[in-house]
């Protein structure tokens, strides 16, 4: 089977599946949230590319945002950039190892350049809207590695940019080493629109990022990932630097940098938030 027609085969199948799986695993739901005594340590899917494998506690709300972000990216035929405010996802607990997320972008500008012609195009307003169901599998309340099922799919609401539906399956891992050293890596498979054309293509992502407290509620965050494009045979490799801070319970501030190594690769520039109500 061709593997777009699979992967969206899968998505399509899990959804349903993950929204009433282990309902009963837990007393804990969307109507009986968690007790605050009873919460687990808060876990981000941010700031790195790395998705934690770790759910929001039931019935709780967390809000992880892009405040600010300007991504750079540039082709043999074109240059772009793209300044995105308030890039946010909002995620709710369902249940004890359930959460669902909506990403949404909430303002972009984007400029593009013919290099060319030098024409230039500019395009603004509300971006994409990205649906994820996040399923624990292990580790969700105990040991030293947790493990998860993510898939998603992203809703062509923009006025620019994609006129595609896009899908895909996330599978986070993380590992707990001792002094407080945390190993992540995620493998992902995406069902994405080409970037000129109609046509669609599938990418695979593998990273592996490493997460260590510098010094009390500071955190340092180093990263690598690599994307291959199966249509055009191409690889692109990332590093990633990023420090995230807990200034006061359950909301921690981050920034850093997203860096392509090869030219055509994007560099991405952030500063970010989370709060868990």
Request: proline fraction near 4%; avoid cysteine; glycine fraction near 6%.
């Amino acid at each position: 089977m061709n593997p777009k027609y699979l992967l969206t085969a899968i998505v399509i199948f899990m959804m349903p599946k993950f929204i009433l799986a282990q309902t009963a695993q837990k007393p804990y739901s969307i109507f009986s949230p968690v007790p605050k005594e009873k919460l687990r340590e808060m876990e981000t899917d941010r700031p790195d590319v790395t998705e934690s494998a770790i759910t929001v506690d039931a019935g709780h709300f967390q809000y992880e945002s892009d405040l600010f972000a300007l991504e750079r990216e540039r082709s043999e035929s074109s240059s772009q950039k793209t300044v995105m405010i308030n890039r946010a996802n909002l995620k709710m607990g369902l249940t004890g190892s359930i959460s669902l997320q909506v990403g949404i972008e909430t303002y972009t500008w984007q400029k593009e350049r013919d290099n060319e012609t030098g024409e230039v195009e500019n395009s603004k307003g509300f971006g994409d809207i990205n649906l994820r169901l996040k399923q624990n599998l292990i580790g969700n309340d105990k040991g030293n590695f947790s493990m998860a099922l993510l898939p998603y799919v992203t809703l062509p609401t923009a006025a620019f940019g994609n006129s595609k539906l896009e899908e895909g399956l996330i599978v986070p891992m993380q590992v707990k080493l001792p002094s407080d050293w945390k190993v992540g890596t995620q493998v992902e498979l995406d069902h994405l629109k080409d970037n000129s054309g109609d046509q669609k293509h599938v990418e695979y992502l593998q990273s592996l990022t490493v997460s260590h407290e510098i010094r009390k509620n500071i955190t340092g965050i180093a990263e690598t990932y690599f994307t291959y494009d199966f249509k055009q045979h191409h690889y692109s490799n990332f590093f990633n630097a990023a420090v995230q801070v807990e200034i006061a319970h359950d909301v921690k501030i981050d920034g850093g940098v997203n860096y392509g190594v090869q030219k055509d690769a994007m560099k991405k520039y952030f500063l970010g938030i989370a709060v868990r109500i």
